[in-house]
């Protein structure tokens, strides 16, 4: 427990300290007019020794995409400027035609004014100019390089489980289709030809049993339900179901289960469904067992003396 906390506490200060970082060097793509140039702001970005911006100008909306198709930056400023450069629209077509990078509008109007706008078209944040700091901007694009980054990983993440899942899906039915030929070529090998093995006429209700007692063990395992698997056994002896007849009914069941997963993991219930029958069957073998001994050996009653 307490190297637990350690490890914790340990990952949580090496996140922290992640946060407080800056990146040594950031490539940055400011998209303005010839009005009002980048010039101020290379100035400014050159007077803070914080992190090495490197700060590349282009003017107007056609300069500034064919840049961003040409070369990789890390973050983009646009210059509001309504009536010259309007960013809402150009960061909305940017966003709707797929792009990633963090971008961050600089204007001359209020944050109040303009921060929901701009945060509604994709923009990463907006900055007055006339009361922002040098230092706020530049903390304010590492936060949101550092943000897309996240992004980008989760989606990297996402995709691989998604990859994850759909592989597992695939295994557990190439598992299925073996299963079943399986019991298809047991049946072949007592009839002396292959045959597509039948699947058992069940009453509704036992069908039903099977199912509901399957998904009780895969949540809960076989350490509570052993009373149930015996009863179940005991009910299929009942109905005469041999081992192969009771292998399709399971896979019939678990195929119905798996199905309705969707999307979710199927591992964990390929793992407990194969245990699920293993136990089954042992129990149905030794049901038959005690059935053929009782036959062989029929209980005898005892003659009373003098009779």
Request: contains cysteine.
């Amino acid at each position: 427990m307490v190297a637990t906390l350690k490890q914790h506490k340990s990952e949580l200060g090496s996140a922290t300290h992640y946060w407080r970082q800056l990146p040594p060097r950031m490539m940055v793509l400011y998209i303005t007019t010839r009005q009002q140039t980048g010039a101020w702001l290379i100035e400014a970005l050159s007077a803070d020794s914080t992190v090495h911006v490197e700060l590349e100008n282009a003017l107007g909306t056609a300069a500034g995409l064919a840049r961003l198709r040409d070369e990789v930056f890390d973050a983009v400023l646009v210059s509001h400027l309504p009536g010259d450069l309007d960013a809402l629209d150009l960061i909305e077509g940017y966003r709707a035609g797929g792009a990633e990078e963090p971008i961050l509008v600089l204007g001359s109007q209020s944050e109040q004014e303009m921060a929901a706008l701009c945060h509604e078209v994709g923009a990463d944040a907006y900055l007055c100019v006339h009361t922002a700091t040098t230092q706020n901007l530049i903390w304010l694009i590492a936060r949101a390089i550092q943000r897309h980054q996240l992004l980008r990983e989760n989606h990297r993440l996402k995709l691989a489980e998604q990859s994850r899942l759909q592989r597992e899906h695939d295994e557990a039915d190439r598992l299925l289709k073996e299963q079943r030929a399986l019991i298809g070529d047991l049946k072949a090998l007592r009839s002396g030809q292959r045959e597509t093995a039948a699947e058992p006429v069940l009453p509704d209700e036992l069908h039903a049993y099977c199912r509901e007692l399957l998904r009780t063990y895969i949540i809960m395992g076989s350490g509570n339900l052993g009373d149930e698997l015996k009863h179940l056994a005991e009910l299929l002896t009942d109905a005469g179901l041999t081992a192969r007849q009771t292998m399709l009914l399971h896979l019939k069941v678990l195929e119905e289960l798996l199905h309705g997963l969707g999307a979710r993991s199927t591992r964990h219930v390929m793992t407990r469904a194969d245990l699920l029958v293993l136990e089954v069957l042992v129990h149905l073998a030794e049901g038959y067992q005690r059935r053929y001994q009782q036959c062989l050996h029929p209980p005898q009653q005892l003659m009373l003396p003098g009779v």
